[in-house]
Nanobody
Framework: QVEVVESGGGSVQAGGSLRLSCTVS????????AGWFRQSPGKEREFVGA????????KYARFVEGRFTISRDDAKNTVSLQMNSLKPEDTAVYYC?????????????????WGQGTQVTVSS
């Protein structure tokens, strides 16, 4: 059974950086596409970005505006989300998810496996 655990969340001031990690166990990460989503209180879960399994093509939400970078290391079974120039509106619980079809969809229902999330808080 494949499992996903996020880490690296925390509290930073606006303009700061955080690097989130997603560690996969149970099956090789290379079989999966991976996406990052986030959810703020009172809001729906929204797509942040994703990387496909093979070739590593990327997709980002518009609000990322070049501030975030997703990468994957299949040898280490990890996916990372580097977040720079953080804004208070980036405050949310961030989730890593895996797509067994290997894709990089914006749609959360395309993802089969979800982590429990990690809190990111950005203060002004």
């Amino acid at each position: 059974q494949v499992e996903v655990v996020e880490s690296g969340g925390g509290s930073v001031q606006a303009g700061g950086s955080l690097r989130l990690s997603c560690t996969v166990s149970g099956r090789p990460l290379k079989d999966y596409g991976a996406g990052w989503f986030r959810q703020s209180p009172g809001k729906e879960r929204e797509f942040v970005g994703a990387i496909e399994c093979c070739g590593g093509s990327l997709k980002y939400a518009r609000f990322v505006e070049g501030r975030f970078t997703i990468s994957r290391d299949d040898a280490k079974n990890t996916v990372s989300l580097q977040m720079n120039s953080l804004k208070p509106e980036d405050t949310a619980v961030y989730y890593c998810a895996l797509d067994s079809a290997g894709g990089r969809s914006r749609l959360s229902n395309r993802y089969d496996v979800w982590g429990q999330g990690t809190q990111v808080t950005v203060s002004s």
